[in-house]
């Protein structure tokens, strides 16, 4: 199975691996991803706790197609609740 390849500057062959989702129950919604990402795909989103009347913060995947498999939200995340994956080449 082959994957979408790109290269490097110095053209070394790179496979970019996209976002895929974010797990909420790990994610604390410092906002650190959302700012390192350039293309707008994540989106800060609350959930109101009915049982508890306690707010939940985190980032979640709003645009996924306009990734660019960069990975930079990623390696700022504190708490790595990203999950990425290569693309199949067509």
């Known amino acids: 199975m082959a ?8 053209k070394q062959v790179w496979t970019p691996e996209f976002v895929v989702c974010i797990d909420k129950d790990i994610c604390i919604g410092c906002g650190r991803c959302f ?14 706790d009915d049982d508890t009347d306690t707010i939940k913060a ?3 995947v709003l645009n996924p ?6 990975g930079a939200c ?3 995340c504190p708490k790595s ?8 080449a067509p």
């Open 74 to 76: 990623g390696r700022t």
């Open 81 to 88: 609740c990203f999950s990425f994956e290569a693309v199949e």
């Open 3 to 10: 994957h979408i390849t790109g290269l490097t500057k110095d």
């Open 35 to 48: 700012k390192a990402c350039a293309k707008g795909i994540l989106s800060f989103e609350e959930e109101v």
């Open 58 to 60: 985190f980032m979640k």
């Open 65 to 70: 197609g306009k990734c660019i498999g960069c």
